[in-house]
């Protein structure tokens, strides 16, 4: 599948997930963590404890993992930029990092008491990677995906978006309603929950989430130069320290067992 990107030309969806998250030094300083009422949710609702295996899988610099750390003790974090993995290895010595992908998860069958997919699953080979996550977990095991999308409903949010060429460049639809591809897949007990979360940053740190969007990063200079001029225009006006909200979706599911399918 092919998706417009910047300038108009098209690259494929994963090249411009691989080329666009190259940095992840730029990517650790720009991106948000995740709502612990989130976590707890998804904890709770999966039967995590404190014996649970948990994978991230697209683990980028390690946002999430960090977080998964303080809650479970066995934790392994799948990346296929090294970009990303060495940023992630160099900060949690704890984890297991390995180079994986959505479809090939170097894990072994049924090892994995869940699997965590924070702002990647877009990427993903939906249909293929949800065989491969299915095959890691145990039987009846949990997948959870989560998304931190802009608040677009507070005027500088809509702004900065529009500065950011997000109704141009976007390379993936807004309106997916992941439940029903989880449904199509080997998963069942499938919920989706909303979130209210915040960043607190400055301006230097607002400029760098800007940076770590995946069309920006690959834009050619002049380009790139043009759209930080029109994100300079909305982030200049607004005062330190700056709360940048966000709604957080997530949706959990269940992996199938076999008795599921003669029930």
Avoid: K
Avoid at 101 to 106: E, G, K, M, N, Y
Avoid at 176 to 186: C, E, K, N
């Amino acid at each position: 599948m092919d998706d417009t990107g910047a300038g108009g030309e098209s690259m494929p969806r994963r090249e411009l997930g691989r080329c666009g998250f190259a940095d992840g030094e730029r990517y650790q300083a720009g991106r948000p963590d995740y709502p612990p009422a989130a976590l707890d949710y998804l904890a709770r609702s999966l039967g995590l404890d404190g014996v649970s295996r948990v994978l991230d899988l697209g683990a980028g610099t390690g946002i999430l993992t960090r977080q998964l750390v303080e809650r479970f003790p066995d934790v392994t974090a799948v990346e296929p930029s090294e970009g990303m993995r060495s940023v992630l290895a160099a900060a949690l010595e704890s984890v297991r990092v390995s180079d994986g992908c959505d479809t090939a998860i170097p894990v072994a069958d049924h090892s994995i008491s869940a699997v965590f997919v924070a702002q990647a699953f877009h990427w993903f080979d939906a249909p293929r990677a949800l065989r491969e996550i299915h095959r890691v977990l145990v039987p009846g095991g949990g997948l959870a995906l989560l998304w931190n999308d802009r608040d677009e409903s507070v005027d500088w949010v809509a702004a900065l978006s529009r500065a950011m060429r997000w109704d141009v460049c976007r390379p993936y639809s807004g309106d997916v309603d992941y439940a029903r591809i989880l449904a199509a897949g080997p998963f069942i007990s499938i919920a989706r929950r909303q979130f209210r979360h915040r960043q607190i940053v400055d301006r230097q740190g607002l400029y760098a989430r800007v940076l770590s969007t995946s069309y920006i990063a690959i834009m050619d200079e002049d380009e790139r130069r043009d759209v930080m001029a029109d994100v300079a225009a909305v982030v200049e006006e607004l005062p330190e320290p700056i709360v940048f909200p966000y709604v957080t979706e997530v949706y959990r599911a269940s992996a199938r067992r076999a008795a599921d399918a003669t029930a």
